[in-house]
DNA sequence: GTCTATACTGAGATAGAC
DNA sequence: GTCTATCTCAGTATAGAC
């Protein structure tokens, strides 16, 4: 499957603009624009917008199975799989100052419209979240290892949704300081 | 200032439908529903639906402030009071387990819609923040007060947005616990 | 102070030419 | 596959009667 073909451009640009505008806020228009193609040409790729945000939730779960994935592959330890997690804070704070977490702010925007594809958007903390409670499992935590990942999930949620409000960048590396030395204190608990 | 005119009604009804539906997915038609009254009747009481959002905004500021004032009066000690803040997640389960926090929701979409209310909205965590900050100077952590204030917020934003893509109010009963015995050991180390 | 009627705009969606 | 033209509808906002 090309990555250049139009279809693939429309929902790379949808991803960007719903994660930036939120999914209600952003228009054909907006998208048309960047992608540079006329409004009635959405009609031949997709049958609504409904169907461009379906397929931009399945985009975000194979970017987000990918990156795992590398993760997996380039941190030799369960602690410092976990610790990649953490510090997207970090690495993309840039966006995550300005539009809060994508996966986060998407679900909590669906529950408010009601929308269909509530389940399909929290699919994405759940690939998150059965990662991370395999790295737990791996660190000798197997019967709370559930419970530790939904900490993760929550923690760096709220960090991020504070984060965005305040603009506070030091809070941020504190916390992620914090988040690190507790899984660290976690592995080094049970190895 | 009598809270049976139409406008406050305006105001009432527009409080709950924005945190229900977000803001920019509430119409004048909605409120004018919840209200009985007609769509035209709005410009007589405000001349925007802006207008609307930011008497909504002093409407939770104002709220906020009874709320912590009545915690100051019925609890007896700062940790008692920061545990009232942190039961929320609890006692508005209904609400939050749905539509998320309504502070942290209408924030996240004040900031994708760029809108001009934003640091008003955020003006409501403020109030929070120096509240509990006071609360935790109290128990003699005056130096890291407002990181520990920071703290309590992130961490019952990130517990809300979790608890509310997954709808496990188990999680909550949890971290409501622990959060509750951090301040309790924060408090008896120093006093 | 509240109503009805209506203007105006931007949105999603469709039809059909190229 | 992509375009232009157009439809329909819902939304905010205005005008003016009562």
Known sequence: MSNNTTRHQIVEAADRLFYQRGYEHTSFADIADTVKISRGNFYYHFKSKDDILEAVIDLRLSN??????????????????????????????????????????L??????????????????????????????????????????????????QGVATMASTFQDEQFVRKEVERMCCWVESLTSDKE
């Open 107 to 156: 679900c909590t925007e669906l529950a408010k419209l009601n929308h269909a594809s509530q389940e399909e958007a929290s699919a994405v903390f759940t690939v998150f979240r059965v990662w991370l409670r395999d790295q737990f499992t791996r660190t000798g935590h197997k019967k709370e290892a559930d419970t530790l990942a939904l900490r993760v999930l929550a923690w760096s």
């Open 64 to 105: 987000t199975k990918g990156m795992l994935n590398k993760w997996e592959a380039e941190a030799d330890t369960p602690a410092e799989r976990i610790k990649s997690y953490i510090r997207i804070l970090l690495t993309n704070w840039n966006n995550i100052k300005q539009f809060g977490c994508p996966v986060g702010t």
